[in-house]
């Protein structure tokens, strides 16, 4: 898959071995990265700090790539920790061509993006994911692995006792959710943080 990556660059000296990291996953996962500029970014901060006068950014070139990246790309990841208006535009722009979408953010981090502006986006292209080091990769391998094949939704219908819609409404109200989206959470969180034999499988069936 072709994966755009971004993230803000606001921080980037505090949260740089994430965002290297992430960018080297994409890679080492067999996907192509559309734009890679992470490098880059640093050297210019550094420059920043060493220099009395830094070269401004040619911010309407910078835009058009930013834009450009996102309409290549099959498939979106950003490290939102920080937030940014550019992230928020590439998000929309990002769902907008219906790409599929993966929101990060530390679990260092005390800001949740679960409380944030940003999760009232209300798509089923997104996928919101905290992480921390360990749980990156898997994370990741499940996003591109849902999303390799176009992403197609599959409806699934069952039925339910009282206890569990009594807890289905409330939870919808109270996190401002569709029942559906709690139980995809539900289920997708199971697959990356519990069911062990799960990823063997899909260890198996991916050589």
């Known amino acids: 898959m072709k994966v755009n990556f971004a993230c803000s ?14 960018n080297s996953l994409i890679s080492e996962l067999g996907h192509t990265l ?38 290549a790309c099959d498939a979106v990841v950003f490290e939102a920790t920080v937030p940014s208006f550019s992230i928020g535009y590439q998000i929309s722009l990002a769902i907008e061509r219906r790409k599929p979408v993966l929101i990060l953010w530390s679990e260092d981090s005390q800001r949740d993006l679960k409380d944030s502006f940003i999760s009232g986006l209300d798509s089923d292209l997104i996928t919101m994911r905290k992480y921390n ?11 591109f ?14 039925f339910i006792d009282k206890k ?10 109270n996190y401002k959710k569709s029942k559906a989206d709690i139980l995809r959470e539900s289920i997708q969180d199971r697959i990356t943080y519990q069911d062990d034999k799960y990823k063997d499988y899909l260890d198996v069936i991916s050589k």
Not at 145 to 158: D, L, Q
Not at 164 to 173: F, I, N, P, T, V
Request: with cysteine.
């Open 9 to 22: 660059t606001a921080q980037i000296d505090k949260y740089k071995e994430n965002y290297i990291l992430i």
């Open 133 to 143: 080091k360990t749980t990156l990769k898997d994370i990741m391998i499940l996003f």
């Open 145 to 158: 692995r849902e999303n390799e094949s176009g992403g197609e939704k599959i409806r699934f219908n069952f």
């Open 164 to 173: 569990l819609e009594k807890y289905l409404d409330w939870a919808s109200y």
């Open 34 to 71: 559309v734009r890679d500029w992470i490098d880059v970014a640093l050297e210019y901060t550094d420059s920043k700090k060493s220099a009395d006068k830094c070269e401004k950014l040619p911010w309407k070139e910078v835009f058009h790539e930013v834009s450009k990246a996102v309409l």
